[in-house]
């Protein structure tokens, strides 16, 4: 069942989650977090940030988006991506990520943006779910998460950590409980 070309396969097809399609891309592509940004700066030390990134306005759309993915962390979306606020995002070029070309990504696996590395996946309440992506040529061929990561040759715990890491590098937190805040306080 294991396929690691499948992201390959999919992209020759013209499927790829890497071309920007309005009925199941809707908020994307996700913001870029300032240690992805210096990643890749690194990797193209003639270019400039406005070579790859656009700035986006923190619309109520986007911030909507942001509470989809993130429900439990309200306050610190709207600490992070305040209304009318700004983040960046990887610039498209013909509906796709300006990175895209014939082979898939030019960027090396360790230097794409995490959201690039953990897509289909994400977790709710530290459960692995699959977003619901009609070209996405993996969900078409296999039934359940497990063989999903099976076929994409990923494991859970490395989809866990990296969403930990999307987190992080936001800015995002889980909102303690209001007992448990209390005594980190005084105590």
Known sequence: MTNPNMCKRCDSMDRSCCTLRAENNE???????????KKILNLFKDKKRSDFLDKRINSPQFIGQMSILFPDMAES???VFPVDGSHFDLKTQEDACIFKDANGCLLP???RPLFC?????WFFDDKPN????PNCLALENCQT?????????????????IHGLICENWGLHHALPREKKSRLIFS
């Not at 699959?130 to 992506?133: A, L, S, T, V």
């Open 27 to 37: 908020g994307l592509p996700a913001p870029v977090s300032g240690p992805e940004i």
């Open 145 to 161: 998460i497990s063989e999903v990561v099976l076929c994409l040759g990923t494991k859970p715990e490395r989809l866990k950590q």
């Open 77 to 79: 979306i709207n600490n």
């Open 109 to 111: 696996d360790d230097a």
């Open 117 to 121: 590395r953990i897509y289909p996946f």
């Open 130 to 133: 699959i977003f619901q992506d």
